[in-house]
């Protein structure tokens, strides 16, 4: 069983602060990661996409990977109110055919 | 113009009826999934299809029949609907099969289902 833990929040930020969003996954076979971001009521929405070992910087995000410990995570700088969502986690594993996997996601509210 | 798109947005019913939600992408994409996402927010796949043949077929009723009448369209049909059905239905598309940016998923809008 293939797992993807995701602490579910809400986690709190202030407006113009750094959000850390964490995510530890259990199959070692997974090599690609994606991170999507549903506001609610709406369908998730493509955030990022990481495949190498260390950072990977897109605007104000910031995708973190070391295969090693099987983390990865999502850094939000200068986070703003519009960036209150939940955050999904999901690597690409195998099994028998490529699929997403998703975590359970992290609810991040932004206080103004 | 919509990607991935899905008919209805709404759909309240009374337990033991038949429903279909359909699902349609202009992305040119070869693959397809249906994902249920229940109250918690947990986001499962149910199924996937590539060219129209069934390559995920996850552990969920026999009551849910997907079918692909081409690879543009994958439509789900719910037998005896009872009130554990209750989710949001979406589906998504993705262009590859290669393990890599390729997978990235587009979702349609969802598909509210309200079992009564």
């Known amino acids: 069983q293939k797992e993807v833990e995701q602490n579910s929040g809400p986690l709190s930020v202030p407006e113009g602060a750094i959000a850390s969003l964490n995510c530890t996954y259990s199959?070692?076979?997974?090599?690609?990661f994606f991170w999507y971001r549903q506001y609610s009521g709406k369908s998730p929405e493509l955030i990022m996409f990481i495949y190498s070992n260390g950072d990977k910087e897109d605007g104000r995000f910031t995708a973190q990977l070391n295969k090693a410990s099987q983390y990865v995570s999502l850094l939000i700088r200068d986070s703003q109110p519009s960036d209150s969502a939940t955050y999904l986690c999901?690597?690409?594993?195998?099994?028998?055919?490529?699929?997403?996997?998703f975590g359970k996601g992290t609810k991040l509210s932004v206080i103004p | 113009d919509t990607a991935v798109s899905q008919t209805p947005k709404y759909l309240v019913t009374q337990m033991g009826n038949d429903k279909s939600i359909k699902c349609e992408q202009n992305?040119?994409?070869?693959?397809m999934y249906w994902y249920k996402q229940d109250s918690k927010k947990f986001l499962k796949i149910m199924f996937s299809y590539n060219n129209k043949e069934l390559i995920i077929n996850e552990t969920v009723p026999n009551r849910f029949s997907p079918k692909s009448p081409d690879k543009a369209h994958l439509n789900l049909h719910i037998n005896s609907l009872e009130l554990g059905d209750s989710a949001v239905y979406f589906c998504a598309s993705s262009q590859g099969t290669s393990g890599g940016a390729g997978e990235t998923q587009y979702f349609g809008p969802g598909t509210r289902l309200l079992v009564l």
């Open positions: 199959d070692r076979g997974s090599q690609s």
């Open positions: 999901a690597p690409v594993s195998w099994a028998g055919s490529y699929q997403l996997t």
């Open positions: 992305l040119g994409h070869d693959t």
